[in-house]
């Protein structure tokens, strides 16, 4: 942390007492900006030894007490805290309670766009994903595929542009389908790290648009023995479902676990016909047909926490099963069994998509003498399979051949490994608060199936970063970071298992045709990242200048098939460069006392952005005249915002604005002058929030939301423009006591009022598939202590 006999280096001491004055053990202390942490011991003493000079803050979490904080000034070398008290509180277990100051520090030591949410936020704003959760937030969008699925959008990226962080470690599935959710548990989440721009310099390619960083659950108080049970249910698609959650810790040794389950029918819209391709599908009592889902996952960590060593195995397994609207997803809409479709709402047929995420890692952190170094490793495997009816196209035979290496309905399969390592060290020289990390990865995709879009490939990631944290001043921090990366990507040859006819010279001929060639591409990459932070009074400002990179994926570069989920043929291109992108964000922010109004405003420029162009070709072997789609590179310009005010009319009500804007248009390329697709209209959110001091209950808050979301005229073919839509959304909670035990009950009434509208950044829009219907949510969360 800080290098020894140096004048920044400062011993602080102090102790943890109730408000009896009786010594409180295993009270978790932190310290900010360096995040160090320490537990208290038996007689209730903390200690640090050689702490950098500039830090700010000091925090004690302890379960059963009010969350303390306090500025602190380290001006002499050693110094020891008066005694510090901590009054009773009852406080949900396994949570931490994320206060404003604390998101104000974390955002004053970052020059980057960051939001910070804790688990009350999520259960409060529940949705069928984690995604779906974190809506709320201004930037933050989804590409959602039905009711449980869903990947992040953030400032109109996605897909390989995101990269999703778990416990440290990077969360590998299959990103590049719109179809392909995200794997992720959401009742596991404790906290979550929202980076709203380019985070390559931190995690490397993928993170060109951002990042969701997913904290791990915080480690168990010692000698305690507890858990919680979660029940939640949805009106709109008869979800039922909930998560049990036990933890336990000794003196150092530790464990926690989780179970999760949910079931879910057919989601319900407000309209009884959509369009699918020109042609009227009538939907059975409104239901989505094909569209229910299960869901099963499982949660293991444990680990040893001392007081300079930390080490803990985490261990997970999300399965989920769901179907595909019938209607769209390669069936010829007339000629789905409607009656056999129609018969129950909670059936999985034909066609559905069956998931595995496993992932296993261990993170190690320990002192060596000035240094705080971490270690992790960890291993993935993602198994998807997509079953459908097999139904020949072009010169594929009529019927399915027996003794085939792939099952008649399997129609693809996806099997990912990927092994990961890193190691990171953090240091102080003076006023420096240095980071050194290096990672790589190595991943293995494996196909299977009678349809063929991309090939089995093998991809090498190796990378290595400097970030220094400069403190001049208590008002200015300066940032600046730069990292190297390495990318190889190996992509095995495909030939189709079935002849088609070619023609050459007039001469007809049945071959095996080569969909996919042998491919080798290399990537090298150096960015930089430079920032600075000024909090003068009142006011928090910010600014970060900087690159970022991402390498071509195995689709971009080498797909050759039919999407039968667009209906369309998509060809890749072998000669495309690594993404780069340059962007400038900037960060005001101004609180009082009644008054909190922040402003993130960002300017992007991508040289040679990779997209998807529809051209006027249509492909002659797969399907009767499918548009062919090809990955293409242009110059792109990006700008907006988003705004955030808060206003405390009284101590127990609160009202809010949320507004967010983009605008993103290509510079070059058949292109020239569209936008890019997916890209979110511009929309504004006013919420009033009332938290009433209710006798026998707790925590009690009533709120309602309003969005209003703009038109979007500002498309690119064959994306459709999308009309405005107003909704409203209605939220009840607090906490129940009976006996000893807490009940914390969370009500919501999404879409209120049943309207019909249409969400540009949804996979189903090409359809004019509407938003689902009014949707009652009601959740419990019972949290209990069995040993303390």
């Not at 047929?349 to 240094?371: C, D, N, R, W, Y």
Request: net charge neutral.
């Amino acid at each position: 942390m800080v290098t020894k006999g140096t004048a920044q280096t400062v011993r602080l001491s102090g102790s943890v007492i109730s408000t009896g004055h009786k010594p409180l053990e295993g009270a978790i202390v932190t310290l900010y900006p360096c995040n160090a942490s320490t537990t208290t011991d038996h007689g209730g003493n903390f200690f640090f030894n050689q702490i950098p000079k500039d830090t700010k803050f000091l925090t004690v979490h302890f379960y059963g007490y009010a969350y303390y904080e306090v500025q602190i000034s380290l001006n002499k070398k050693e110094m020891v805290l008066a005694a510090i008290v901590l009054h009773p509180e009852i406080k949900e277990l396994q949570e931490v309670i994320i206060t404003d100051s604390y998101e104000t520090h974390r955002k004053k030591e970052t020059s980057l766009s960051i939001e910070t949410v804790s688990s009350s936020f999520i259960q409060r704003n529940l949705g069928g994903s984690l995604m779906q959760s974190l809506q709320r937030i201004p930037g933050v969008k989804t590409i959602s595929i039905g009711s449980g699925g869903s990947k992040p959008l953030i400032r109109g990226l996605s897909f390989n542009q995101v990269i999703v962080v778990e416990n440290g470690i990077k969360h590998e599935g299959q990103q590049w389908g719109a179809d392909h959710g995200l794997e992720i548990d959401q009742y596991a989440v404790n906290r979550v790290e929202i980076i709203k721009g380019p985070s390559s310099f931190i995690y490397g390619s993928d993170a060109i648009g951002g990042a969701v960083n997913i904290k791990p659950v915080p480690f168990p108080v010692k000698n305690t023995f507890g858990g919680s049970a979660d029940f939640s249910g949805k009106s709109n698609n008869a979800q039922f479902g909930g998560s049990v959650n036990l933890f336990g810790r000794k003196e150092k040794w530790f464990f926690d676990t989780r179970l999760t389950a949910m079931d879910y029918g057919d989601y319900r819209v407000p309209t009884d016909t959509v369009q699918v391709y020109n042609y009227a599908v009538p939907l059975y009592k409104n239901h989505l047909r094909n569209t229910a889902g299960r869901e099963l996952d499982w949660h293991g960590s444990g680990g040893y926490s001392s007081e300079k060593f930390k080490s803990v195995l985490y261990i997970s397994n999300i399965y989920s099963k769901s179907g595909f609207f019938a209607n769209a997803h390669g069936l010829e809409p007339r000629n789905v069994d409607t009656e056999l479709h129609d018969k129950s709402s909670r059936d999985i047929l034909m066609p559905f998509q069956e998931v595995t995420h496993t992932k296993i890692s261990t993170t190690t952190s320990f002192q060596l003498g000035a240094h705080q170094l971490e270690t992790q490793m960890g291993f993935q495997k993602n198994f998807r399979r997509e079953y459908s009816h097999y139904v020949n196209h072009g010169y594929m035979p009529p019927v399915y051949p027996e003794g085939m290496y792939a099952p008649q309905d399997l129609e693809r399969q996806y099997d990912k490994e990927v092994f990961s390592v890193a190691i990171k060290d953090e240091f102080s020289i003076q006023n420096h608060h240095l980071t050194v990390g290096l990672n790589g990865e190595q991943q293995q995709n494996e196909i299977n199936g009678w349809s063929f879009l991309i090939p089995a490939f093998k991809q090498t990631n190796a990378g290595l970063f400097v970030y220094d944290k400069m403190q001049l001043s208590d008002q200015w921090l300066l940032h600046g970071a730069v990292r190297m990366d390495y990318g190889r990507i190996e992509m095995k040859q495909y030939t189709d298992w079935f002849p088609s006819e070619k023609t050459i010279n007039e001469l007809t001929t049945a071959e095996h045709l080569k969909r996919s060639s042998a491919l080798t591409r290399t990537f090298k990459s150096f960015n930089w990242s430079t920032g600075v932070n000024y909090t003068p009074g009142q006011w928090s400002l910010k600014a970060n200048l900087g690159t970022s990179f991402r390498m071509p994926i195995a689709k971009e570069l080498a797909s050759n098939g039919v999407n039968y989920h667009y209906f369309r043929f998509e060809k890749g291109n072998p000669d495309l460069a690594a993404e780069r992108s340059y962007q400038l964000d900037l960060g005001m922010e101004w609180k009082s006392n009644k008054w909190s109004v922040q402003l993130s405003p960002f300017f992007n420029y991508f040289p040679n952005y990779i997209y998807l162009n529809p051209t006027s070709l249509h492909d002659i072997y797969y399907g009767a005249g499918n548009q062919v789609f090809e990955y293409e590179q242009s110059k792109v310009m990006r700008y907006g915002g988003e705004l955030q005010v808060r206003y405390h009319f009284t101590p127990l009500f609160t009202g809010e604005i949320l507004a967010e804007y983009l605008y993103s248009e290509q510079l070059s390329g058949s292109k020239k002058g569209y936008t890019l697709p997916f890209s979110p209209p511009a929309s504004i959110l006013f919420g009033l929030n009332y938290t009433p001091e209710i006798k026998n209950l707790s925590g009690t808050y009533f709120s309602i939301d309003y969005r209003y979301t703009a038109a979007q005229n500002q498309i690119v073919p064959p994306e459709k423009k999308t009309a405005s839509s107003s909704v409203f959304n209605l939220a009840f909670g607090t906490k129940v006591k009976a006996g000893q035990q807490d009940f914390i009950l969370s009500f919501q009434i999404q879409n209120l009022f049943n309207t019909k509208y249409l969400n540009h950044t949804s996979f189903y829009r090409l359809i004019e598939l509407p938003e689902a219907s009014r949707n009652i949510i009601l959740s419990v969360k019972i949290p209990f202590l069995l040993l303390k």
